[in-house]
Each structure stands twice: as C-alpha cells, then as structure tokens.
C-alpha cells in the first residue's frame, strides 16, 4: 500500500474557508464525547470514543473489482446530511447515482438541510447521519470525538489510496492534531485553468444578441461601451430593463471586476501592507458606476429584493435585455428549469443569447482552494464501506462518472481530449433535466475541471469566445482564503464577520442613491461604520499572515 507522506513544510500550501460557529462548542471533553456516542446500530460506543473505528457492517473487497465494495442488489446504505439548502434534488435518484450502486454496492440516503443552523444542532445532540457533506463548520467536525480521520481509517483498513499531498495539508488545517478528518471537492489551481476545455464558475452577464444586432450591432469592448447600449435599449424599448439580477448568489459582481475591483475582502497593496477592499478606490468605483445605472434607469431597486427564480421569470419575459448569473450555464438559466433561449423564443422568437466578455484589462482575481468535504462521523454503521465509497468518489472514475455520466453511453472522448455528449444528454439538458434523468449533483468527489468541461461542452459554439476571454482573465489568488480569519482568531473573526455582513448590507443603500450628494453621504457613513467596528486592526492584523501566505503560494508555483 501506498502511503501519503504526512509532513509539513513552509513550501506547502494550507488553506482556510470561513466557517460557521458551532452553539454550545465551549463545553468541556466530557460532554462532547457524550454527544459523539454512536447510534445504537453502530458498534461499541466506548470504542469510537476512543478513537478506535467501530464498524458493524461487514465490507468484503473483490482484488479483481476493488470498487465493488456492498451487492449491488442488496446495497450497503449510508445516510448523508447534505448542508446546503439550494441543494436541488431531496434524493439520489437517476441514471447516475444507480450505475454508482452497480459498481459500488453503495447507495447514499440523503437528508437536505433546511437552514443554515442545523447542522450545528445535529453535531451538538450526536444526532449526526453516517456522512456529512459541507462547505461550513470544517473545523467543527475535523474533531476525534465527532468524526473519524481519514488516514486512521486509510491504514486500518489497508485502503490503497495515494493522497496528493496538497489535499492532506489543506485539511489538516482545520484539525486540532496531525490527522486529517476529510479532503476538499473541486480543488483546482490557475494551471488547471490553463490546459482545460472548460471556465471557472465566475459571475458574468448573458445578454440578448438578437436585441444588440436590432441596434446596429454596436461594439462593447468597456463600460462605456456598455452604458452607451443600455441607453440605446432604453429608447428604443421603453418598456425592457437594461440588466436584472438578484441578491442570492452574484450580485453585480462583474461590474466589480470591471472596475478594477478585487472580489475578496483583502488585498495586499504595492508596500506589502494589507488593505480592506471596501475601503479601496476601486470599490468606490465600482459602487459610483452601479449607481450611474440606477439612477439612468437601467436597473431597478426592485432587484436588490430578487431572489433568482425573481430573475429568471423576469429575463425569461423577454422584458429584459441582460441578466447576470454566471458562467457555464450558456442558454439554459442558473434554476436548471428549461433554457432561457426556450423561455424566450416563446415570447422574441428571434431570440439569441451570447455571454459578455471581459469589459476591462483588470484580471478576475478569485480566491478558492476547493469546495465541500465529506465526513465520516463516529456514529457511522460502516465506516469501512465509507472511507471506500470516498476513495471511489475521488477517483478519476468516479468523478467522471458522477459529472460526466458513463462512458459510451452519456459521452465519448474526441480526439483532443474533449468530452462529447449525446444527444439525449443535451436535450436533457437544453429542457432543465438533467438532474430528474441523470443527477448530476452527486458532488462528493467531484472536480471543478470535470464540471465546467462537461458544461462548457453543450454551450454551443457561440460561448466558446466569451468562455475562452474569461479563462484567459481568471487568477486564483489562494492565499486570501487561506489567511481568512477563523474561529482560533478570536476578537479578529467577529470583526471580518461584521465587517462582511455590513458590506452585502451597505451597498444597496449606497448604490440607490438619488443623486451625486447623496450617494457621497451614504459612502462616508458606510466608510464610518467600517472604522467604527475596527477594520483598520483588522488589516494591520492580517498583513503579516497574507504576505506569508502569499509568499508561500507564489514560491510553490
């Protein structure tokens, strides 16, 4: 068996999300490891307490198929929280989670949350499923006394699983000691980005190409460009709103990019000193140039109360011109209800739908290190069958399999390494259901190259100068992720938590301004209340852990 060096060094890369705070995480050894105590279909609770795996189900592995880890036709079931309340579908039910049973033996019991504070809930009762899968509360259950660790389970059950070494120090720092208790989904690095078919899932703009060729066909190459042909929509049809969106998910993020403005909460300035981005030029440009919109008329307050269904229904009128939401969804809109060009074609027949490229040279700068990690907790009935499972879900064929579907059925690999689709699978998906047939959302091991390929692969011919534009603008600056305060950096976490929470809260209220006054009266206050709560320590606080970070990061490259 191979096995994963374990050792930290100041040329490896860690990374940091934000995570949600768990109620009543103070409270003493003792009572933590009352709640951890597995269910009474799980075995000995005294040894999960001890850190010792505690399995009741019987796992046999076939050398021959050493994925086949249950019987297909009597499935070994594991339940699994799901921690994400958009998640679209309530069960694992279609196509592909049922060829996973045939090749694992495995079928996964899904419970979806239903807010943000259950699953905080859950891990304090010891009411916690076989699995968790989430983006939040990492160090929470990186914890011995809720969930097993994955290199523990790795060596007892002798698990040929080679690890890249990226992935073990990226979860090791959420843990308390030397173990890892789960591996991120969706890593991906700028030189992924660089030799893939695919985009990064960033905001950007769908707009109507049939209503820009009615007006001439006029350029857009910057916003200027683009302020120019709002107007142009506006008088030619009164009754269209230039842009719609909504405030679940993108905002108007792509206008901050455009303005120059990074998307994180941190940058580090030419003098190596860290700098709040709220309080930055460019985001009071980005802010000035939203207003502009508002206040012309091309977007409505009405939209900063939209949640995206609001949006779809709206764009989906043909009463929009453009609409944001964000990259690989090509027609179809970001609900996955139907196509936006079928919705339209109902109502503009004409109708033609393009992505906008990048409207200024600034880079798109993100910050990410991967999504979701999947834990298995002490109250696991077959913590064998499990860390299996998850070996299978990471590997190349079961990430293909749970994004791509299979092999000679859903598609084919073409000469350049590009997946082709079948034609069931674009209708499938052109008409929103590729979840109902297929279920593509089985996420635990998947990889953010293999969903955007496979996505960028049905737009059709119209995106792939837009997708290639955007692609070539992406740059992942890890380190601001990394370095992001977290529950261990005390006073320093509730200020960023405020600090966030005032600058979603701020902008409508800026960017609704009525007039140049007004909009310079609600900035300086926005700009008082950043230094009221501490800002200022906050940057003077994170300076020396970014530029470390990022030190790091640049050297390891």
């Not at 949350?113 to 010891?126: E, K, P, Y």
């Not at 190259?449 to 837009?466: K, T």
Request: charged content about 25%; proline content about 4%.
């Amino acid at each position: 068996m191979k096995k994963t060096l374990l050792k930290t060094t100041a040329g490896i890369l860690t990374a940091a999300l934000i995570v949600a705070g768990l109620a009543g995480c103070g409270r003493g050894k003792e009572d933590k490891a009352a709640e951890s105590a597995v269910t009474e279909d799980a075995a000995d609770p005294a040894k999960a307490q001890n850190g010792e795996t505690a399995d009741s189900g019987e796992t046999t592995v076939d050398p021959e198929n050493p994925w086949m880890i249950g019987d297909p036709d009597d499935p070994i079931e594991l339940t699994i929280f799901l921690n994400h309340t958009w998640y679209p579908i309530e069960e694992f039910k279609g196509i592909i989670p049922d060829e996973i049973t045939r090749r694992t033996g495995i079928r996964l019991v899904p419970t979806k949350a239903t807010d943000a504070s259950q699953l905080g809930v859950l891990a304090s009762s010891g009411e916690l499923p076989d699995l968790v899968f989430t983006s939040t509360m990492l160090d929470i259950l990186s914890d011995p006394e809720i969930c097993y660790s994955y290199n523990e389970l790795i060596d007892e059950y002798n698990v040929d699983w080679d690890i890249d070494e990226s992935h073990i120090i990226n979860a090791k720092a959420f843990s308390p000691d030397d173990n890892y208790y789960f591996i991120f989904s969706h890593a991906s690095t700028n030189k992924d980005w660089a030799k893939s078919s695919g985009v990064p899932m960033v905001g950007s703009m769908l707009y109507r190409y049939d209503m820009l060729e009615e007006l001439g066909n006029p350029e857009i190459n910057n916003l200027d460009d683009l302020d120019r042909v709002f107007g142009m929509v506006k008088e030619k049809w009164p009754d269209v709103t230039p842009l719609v969106f909504n405030v679940d998910t993108w905002w108007l993020e792509p206008f901050k990019t455009w303005n120059g403005c990074t998307l994180q909460d941190f940058i580090i300035n030419d003098n190596n000193q860290c700098e709040i981005v709220a309080k930055t030029e460019p985001f009071k440009q980005y802010l000035s140039y939203c207003n502009n919109m508002y206040r012309k008329g091309y977007i409505n307050a009405d939209n900063f109360s939209w949640n995206t269904s609001d949006m779809v229904s709206a764009f989906g009128s043909g009463k929009a011109f453009a609409s944001i939401g964000n990259t690989q969804t090509g027609n179809r809109p970001p609900t996955g209800s139907g196509s936006y060009l079928q919705m339209l074609q109902d109502v503009a027949p004409n109708a033609q739908l393009r992505e906008m490229k990048p409207l200024s040279d600034y880079p798109l700068i993100n910050s990410e290190v991967g999504w979701c990690g999947t834990f298995i907790t002490k109250n696991n009935k077959n913590v064998e069958a499990s860390i299996r499972f998850m070996q299978f879900m990471y590997s190349e064929e079961g990430q293909k399999l749970s994004q791509w579907g299979r092999e000679g059925s859903e598609y084919v690999m073409d000469e350049n390494g590009v997946p082709v689709f079948s034609e069931e699978w674009k209708k499938a998906n052109e008409e929103g259901k590729l979840n109902e047939i297929y279920c593509t959302n089985f996420h635990l091991g998947g990889s953010k190259i293999l969903e955007a390929e496979s996505r960028c692969a049905i737009e059709g011919e119209e995106f792939v100068e837009s997708n290639k534009a955007i692609r070539e603008s992406y740059t992942n600056e890890a380190w601001y992720v990394y370095s992001a305060p977290k529950t261990s950096d005390g006073d320093y976490k509730v200020i960023y938590d405020q600090m966030v929470d005032l600058v979603r809260s701020a902008q409508a209220k800026i960017i609704l301004s009525e007039d140049d006054s007004e909009f310079e009266k609600n900035y300086n206050e926005f700009i008082e209340q950043l230094n009221k709560i501490g800002v200022d320590g906050l940057a003077e606080y994170m300076t020396p852990k970014l530029v470390e970070a990022r030190d790091m990061f640049l050297a390891a490259e």
